[in-house]
């Protein structure tokens, strides 16, 4: 089952005039974003306000297959095809736009942010004050 959602709202199986009101509302401040997918997993995605212009993301299953409108000024007509013919099963709405890959890069841990990084820092320190005690 497709859910459309905002910051604020949801709406199970949304038809085309939910859609369109609901992209319409997007308004830069307090919602700027919608979502329409069936999981947290397959999904497509508009950020952005009527006045600036939309960003569009979808994934479908994993963040190997996550994808970006190459252009981030769509129009609100652009942006409410994708997602109308996304509803309604339509597969031709990723030709409505071009996307590019978003490659997926793993957050980096610094050594010494780690749980063994602090012992051995701390260890060290220990080890250092010890000696210079011992002088």
């Known amino acids: 089952m497709l859910t459309l959602t905002t910051h604020d709202t949801a709406f199970d199986r949304p038809d085309d005039a939910t859609i369109a009101k609901v992209l319409a509302s997007l308004d830069g401040g307090r919602n700027i974003l919608a979502t329409l997918g069936e999981s947290a997993f397959t999904y497509v995605q508009a950020a952005g306000s009527v006045q600036s212009g939309f960003t569009l993301e979808y994934q479908e299953g994993s963040l190997e297959r996550y994808y970006r409108s190459v252009r981030q000024d769509l129009r609100l007509g652009e942006a409410t095809e994708v997602f109308q013919r ?12 071009q996307w590019e890959r978003v490659v997926f890069q793993p957050p980096s841990t610094s050594w010494s942010s780690t749980w063994a990084g602090m012992v051995t820092i701390l260890l060290l320190v220990v080890v250092a004050l010890w000696l210079w005690l011992r002088r």
């Open 86 to 97: 996304y509803a309604g099963g339509d597969t031709g709405w990723r030709e409505a736009v």
